[in-house]
């Protein structure tokens, strides 16, 4: 899961001009992303080890993948994933950067290294909020409340739900748990609810909704902002919606990259989810150290 | 005393209020404009012709984009900074083409943001 685009980062730390990475981003034909690109973009192998497995082929009449399996650098199933991530949009950004040699291999490699140590969430984040089979009981909760229409998306939701969980850790509290409850019972009332929403569409459509009672809320947007907030004002709004504007935004950047382009709306406050709506919600009730809230998807 | 003007454009008030701390501690004697939605900014723009505008994508009535475009078309010089969440492959080569110097994935960090806006101000 990615915090930024790789064409982002190349402009922010002046990798690349900006000029030459706009015409990149305009080519119209996909790049033809070979394997040794896709190795070194997926850490399975070195720029060394690529530029060996090149001259090698310049002798022998064989595939990269054939020759780069005889040396052991890659295994039969590393080929076979390789494959599956032709189609992300940082790896044919990585095979332009090559073909109009912006970059060479090494460079190449060493950009992605950086990129990668930079931009990816650790594990230690997710580590810490880990307890008991999280990601099967994410699975079944989504499965089970998830509507036929909208069966064909799971995966999906269940990578939005771990995202959120990844920047809930970042930027609020260490240890969010999933309870085994539903969403209303779990917030005990409807009274004095605080909603933050909003929409995404695209390739997938579908409203979030974050719902929490107003202490939870107000410890909510004191810790996003890193400011004292002491009651629901203007402030606090603009604080849990900017989170949860960020999240959607990495959700964006994610859902691009497996060329799914999506977008959103600004996000919204409100002081109730209407029962009708509530009702048709994947709900993902959660127990965090600042209160309780629930996470809820409404597939559209 | 710096004497420049930067104009801020974005939906989130927690957003306007943390680039405006962080302006006033790195930029001394800077004036700080605000806008809310892009129609707003276009107009302030209009008025004040800022040396620096740093850019929402995401608000409601015109977003970022449309302003954007608006801005470049009223003034070629006009420098953009786009500040966004919404950093894919399909906005950030849009905002660039449209004209913006350079495009700032949130959440924001200082260092970084100060390297970007320094040669502008």
């Given at each position: 899961?990615?915090?930024?685009?790789?064409?982002?980062?190349?402009?922010?730390?002046?990798?690349?001009?900006?000029?030459?990475?706009?015409?990149?981003?305009?080519?119209?034909?996909?790049?033809?992303?070979?394997?040794?690109?896709?190795?070194?973009?997926?850490?399975?192998?070195?720029?060394?080890?690529?530029?060996?497995?090149?001259?090698?082929?310049?002798?022998?009449?064989?595939?990269?993948?054939?020759?780069?399996?005889?040396?052991?650098?890659?295994?039969?199933?590393?080929?076979?994933?390789?494959?599956?991530?032709?189609?992300?949009?940082?790896?044919?950004?990585?095979?332009?950067?090559?073909?109009?040699?912006?970059?060479?291999?090494?460079?190449?490699?060493?950009?992605?290294?950086?990129?990668r140590?930079?931009?990816?969430?650790?594990?230690?984040?997710?580590?810490?909020?880990?307890?008991?089979?999280?990601?099967?009981?994410?699975?079944?909760?989504i499965?089970?409340?998830?509507?036929?229409?909208?069966?064909?998306?799971?995966?999906e939701?269940?990578?939005?739900?771990?995202?959120?969980?990844?920047?809930?850790?970042?930027?609020?509290?260490?240890?969010?748990?999933?309870?085994?409850?539903?969403?209303?019972?779990?917030?005990?009332?409807?009274?004095?609810?605080?909603?933050?929403?909003q929409?995404?569409?695209?390739?997938?459509?579908?409203?979030?909704?974050?719902?929490?009672?107003?202490?939870?809320?107000?410890?909510?947007?004191?810790?996003?902002?890193?400011?004292?907030?002491?009651?629901?004002?203007?402030?606090?709004?603009?604080?849990?919606?900017?989170?949860?504007?960020?999240?959607?935004?990495?959700?964006?950047?994610?859902?691009?990259?497996?060329?799914?382009?999506?977008?959103?709306?600004?996000?919204?406050?409100?002081?109730?989810?209407?029962?009708?709506?509530?009702?048709?919600?994947?709900?993902?009730?959660?127990?965090?150290?600042?209160?309780?809230?629930?996470?809820?998807?409404?597939?559209? | 005393?710096?004497?420049?003007?930067?104009?801020?454009?974005?939906?989130?008030?927690?957003?306007?209020?943390?680039?405006?701390?962080?302006?006033?501690?790195?930029?001394?004697?800077?004036?700080?404009?605000?806008?809310?939605?892009?129609?707003?900014?276009?107009?302030?723009?209009?008025?004040?012709?800022?040396?620096?505008?740093?850019?929402d994508?995401?608000?409601p009535?015109?977003?970022?984009?449309?302003?954007?475009?608006?801005?470049?078309?009223?003034?070629?010089?006009?420098?953009?900074?786009?500040?966004?969440?919404?950093?894919?492959?399909?906005?950030?080569?849009e905002?660039?083409?449209?004209?913006?110097?350079?495009?700032?994935?949130?959440?924001?960090?200082?260092?970084?943001?100060?390297?970007t806006?320094?040669?502008?101000?």
């Amino acid at each position: 899961m990615l915090n930024q685009y790789l064409g982002n980062y190349l402009l922010n730390h002046n990798l690349v001009d900006r000029d030459i990475l706009i015409s990149l981003l305009d080519e119209n034909k996909k790049a033809h992303v070979k394997l040794g690109v896709l190795a070194i973009d997926s850490n399975l192998m070195t720029a060394k080890q690529v530029s060996e497995v090149h001259e090698m082929q310049k002798r022998f009449d064989k595939k990269f993948g054939e020759l780069a399996v005889e040396k052991d650098y890659l295994k039969e199933a590393d080929v076979d994933y390789l494959l599956n991530q032709q189609k992300l949009n940082s790896i044919q950004l990585s095979q332009l950067l090559i073909d109009h040699k912006v970059f060479s291999l090494e460079q190449l490699e060493e950009v992605l290294h950086a990129y990668r140590k930079e931009n990816n969430f650790t594990d230690e984040q997710y580590r810490l909020m880990q307890k008991g089979d999280l990601n099967k009981i994410l699975e079944s909760m989504i499965q089970s409340q998830c509507d036929p229409l909208h069966i064909g998306k799971t995966q999906e939701y269940y990578d939005y739900v771990k995202l959120f969980l990844r920047n809930f850790v970042r930027f609020i509290d260490h240890q969010p748990l999933i309870a085994d409850s539903n969403g209303k019972m779990f917030l005990e009332d409807a009274e004095d609810v605080i909603v933050a929403s909003q929409e995404i569409y695209g390739t997938y459509n579908m409203v979030i909704y974050l719902i929490m009672k107003r202490e939870t809320f107000i410890d909510f947007a004191s810790h996003y902002s890193k400011m004292k907030i002491n009651k629901r004002d203007e402030l606090a709004e603009a604080s849990v919606a900017e989170f949860l504007n960020l999240n959607n935004g990495l959700f964006t950047i994610n859902m691009s990259e497996e060329g799914n382009p999506i977008m959103l709306k600004p996000p919204t406050i409100l002081d109730e989810v209407d029962d009708l709506v509530l009702g048709s919600l994947i709900q993902i009730p959660i127990i965090t150290g600042i209160g309780k809230l629930v996470l809820a998807i409404k597939p559209q | 005393m710096s004497g420049k003007k930067v104009l801020l454009c974005d939906d989130s008030m927690l957003i306007r209020v943390q680039l405006k701390n962080f302006l006033n501690n790195h930029i001394e004697g800077v004036t700080i404009l605000e806008a809310a939605n892009g129609r707003v900014a276009i107009d302030i723009y209009k008025k004040e012709k800022p040396n620096l505008v740093l850019m929402d994508i995401v608000m409601p009535e015109t977003d970022g984009l449309q302003c954007l475009k608006e801005i470049i078309d009223m003034d070629k010089d006009a420098k953009v900074i786009v500040l966004s969440s919404v950093g894919n492959k399909e906005i950030l080569k849009e905002t660039l083409k449209i004209g913006a110097i350079n495009f700032i994935q949130k959440p924001w960090e200082e260092e970084p943001l100060s390297k970007t806006i320094q040669p502008y101000i």
